[in-house]
């Protein structure tokens, strides 16, 4: 009778989550936009009973759950924004906004983190501290948990942990690691500065277009010649501008693109390399190379002890574990672990197709699967932290 309760309540929790994951995925909006999407989270979480705390926040929702007795507080984390991508999956919930879609799963990490509330509300009486629900905008412009942090939305937390889907790996299973799992992302804007001239007169001229095509080519030497090959780094040139017509050399050439780096030392050591290569290349070509830097996050950094207790806490939820492969996309989670231990971690969603793309999707069987694990993350958490300071 037991066990057909508990499925019965598992099931239940699952439909309303795929109904507010839904109602999210027909309603996107993009990074500091999420209004609607703060009010609907809000409502959510009163109708349920659960203390909304008000941090002055433009959009983003935090809110609390036990505190009935003395002892830690730990921080839940989803990201709520979506993309400016239009959607292609022909669902029939698929997003009413033109140009805007959930296409990396926030929807997915939102619903779940409603879902673990409604399960630690359920149990708050016996919660061993506090639990704080932290409902982030703007992860897409790796903004918002700077200005969560700012709010003073992580005082008092001793640690925090964050998730995000991960279309690769079955639903069921969770993927931990410690130390480097999501890689900083840094962004450079190189404006290459030579002299104009007619095609037909090229001696005249300082091709800014040459010379930024040798300064393309001799970064990739950092990455093969400046970094161990027991380390990791990317360097990608995904833009290229110049030109006004087919018969006149420019003056100008901008290109622009993106560096991923898990180690800070590698990190600093290729940006030092980059600046150096890119003006001693346009030197060498009589032009001159203006490097502006678009600082991104560092990398996502987890914390070796709270690995274990996720682990553990996986086992319990009956979740199969793995040791995922670090991705090399950007997350600015890792502005909460500069200030407190953290851990991310993966879940696996079976999607068809991977982040940002537009016929992204999710299995919606995982919902109240991470719902559970978020919850009895939290309620370990405690319990440990609680049980080590009596001691």
């Known amino acids: ?21 839904r109602q999210l995925h027909q309603h996107p909006e993009l990074s500091n936009e999420e209004f609607a999407t703060t009010k609907a989270i809000q409502q959510w ?14 959009t983003g929702v935090v809110a609390e759950v036990g505190g009935k007795h003395s002892g830690p507080v730990l921080a839940l984390r989803a990201d709520i924004d979506a993309l400016p991508i239009q959607e292609e999956t022909g669902l029939s919930y698929a997003s009413q906004a033109a140009g805007k879609m959930h296409a ?7 619903a779940s983190l409603i879902g673990a509330a409604l399960l630690l509300k359920q149990r708050e009486e016996t919660l061993a501290g506090t639990v704080r629900l932290i409902f982030q905008p703007s992860e897409e412009k790796a903004t918002g948990a700077q200005a969560v942090i700012a709010s003073g939305a992580l005082e008092g937390v001793g640690a925090i942990y964050g998730i995000h ?3 690769d790996l079955p639903v069921g299973t969770v993927g931990i690691k410690p130390g480097p799992i999501m ?4 962004g450079f804007v190189v404006e290459v500065t030579g002299k104009g ?16 095509a040798h300064i393309v080519t001799a970064l990739q030497s950092i990455v093969s010649r400046n970094v161990s090959p027991l380390l990791s780094a990317v360097i990608s040139v995904t833009r290229i501008q110049s030109g006004t017509a087919w018969n006149v050399i420019a003056e100008k050439a901008v290109f622009d693109g993106t560096i991923r780096t898990f180690d800070e030392q590698v990190r600093q050591h290729v940006l030092e390399r980059f600046k150096q290569v890119a003006e001693n290349v346009a030197a060498a070509f009589g032009a001159t190379a203006a490097v502006r830097w678009i600082k991104g996050p560092p990398a996502v950094q987890n914390d070796a002890a709270l690995v274990e207790a996720a682990i553990a806490a996986a086992h319990d939820s009956l979740l199969n574990v793995v040791e995922p492969l670090p991705s090399s996309a950007g997350e600015d ?14 879940m696996g969603t079976a999607g068809p197709q991977e982040w940002h793309h537009p016929a992204f999707d999710i299995d ?5 699967l991470t719902a559970a694990y978020f919850a009895n993350l939290a309620s370990r958490y405690l319990e440990s932290f609680g049980e080590a300071n009596e001691q």
């Open 197 to 212: 001239s007619h095609a037909a007169v090229p001696e005249a001229s300082i091709d800014p277009i040459v010379t930024a």
């Open 45 to 58: 979480l009163t109708e349920a009973g659960i203390r909304i705390v008000d941090y002055g926040l433009k």
């Open 1 to 21: 009778m037991a066990d057909t309760q508990a499925a019965e309540r598992t099931q239940q929790l699952g439909a309303k989550l795929i109904e507010i994951r």
């Open 165 to 167: 889907n991960k279309p």
């Open 333 to 346: 989670f890792a502005y909460y672990q500069k200030q407190v231990p953290g851990l991310f971690f993966f």
């Open 364 to 368: 919606e069987q995982a919902l109240p």
């Open 104 to 110: 990396c799963g926030h929807d997915y990490h939102t």
């Open 183 to 186: 890689a900083a992302a840094d």
